[in-house]
Structure formats: C-alpha cells, structure tokens
Nanobody, 116 residues
Framework: QVPFVESGGGLVQPGGSLRLSCAAP????????MGWYRQAPGEQRELVAA???????NYADSVKGRFTISRDNAKNTVYLQMNNLKPEDTAVYYC??????????WGRGIQVTVSS
C-alpha cells in the first residue's frame, strides 16, 4: 500500500503555476510536521518546503517567495502551491514527514515539468 498519494503535477510553461496535493496517512500526519521534497534527474532528493503541525513554514532558498506549503488537518492533506515556475523546478515531487529519511516509506511521487 502506497503510504502517500501525490497529485496535481504536469507540464507547465515557465512562469506558470501548479498546485500539488498529497494525501497522507493519519498516523503520520497527526504526529509529524510535513514536507515536500523533489528529486531531479541525477540529483539527490531535497526538502523544498516544510510545515509544522501548528502551521509554521520553512522553505529552501531556491523556492522561497514562489512556493507556499499548507495543510488541511481535517483531510490529512498537505498542499504545495508553486508559482512563477522555472525550468530548474523540473523534478519528481514527493511528500512525507519533514524528517523523512531515504529509507523511509515513500509514495510514487508526481512529475512536474517546466518547459516551453
């Protein structure tokens, strides 16, 4: 069973926007802060945005001011609003707890491609 289900990705032109959604297991969502990660081809997976249980947020410098993470505690869902997308944002995006490790259980991720 896939523990996290990401959706909302796709192909978008530079400067465009996408909103990612992630349905998370309640057992994780209720206890941990949540994060969005991405992995570009040939690169390691990196944390780009995180949100605590009480809504405090933190962002990687590369996405600060363009991405917004939020969570709906009633739906066990975390979102990532991505604006002013750039080609370097192209990657597979994953959600997980904000302290997930490479050997944690991961979902399939969702492809985001920014290209003209």
């Amino acid at each position: 069973q896939v523990p996290f289900v990401e959706s909302g990705g796709g192909l978008v032109q530079p400067g465009g926007s996408l909103r990612l959604s992630c349905a998370a297991p309640g057992s994780i969502f209720r206890i941990f802060g949540m994060g969005w990660y991405r992995q570009a081809p040939g690169e390691q997976r990196e944390l780009v945005a995180a949100i605590t249980r009480d809504g405090s947020t933190n962002y990687a410098d590369s996405v600060k001011g363009r991405f917004t993470i939020s969570r709906d505690n009633a739906k066990n869902t975390v979102y990532l609003q991505m604006n002013n997308l750039k080609p370097e944002d192209t990657a597979v995006y994953y959600c997980n707890s904000a302290t997930a490790r490479s050997d944690s259980r991961w979902g399939r991720g969702i492809q985001v491609t920014v290209s003209s």
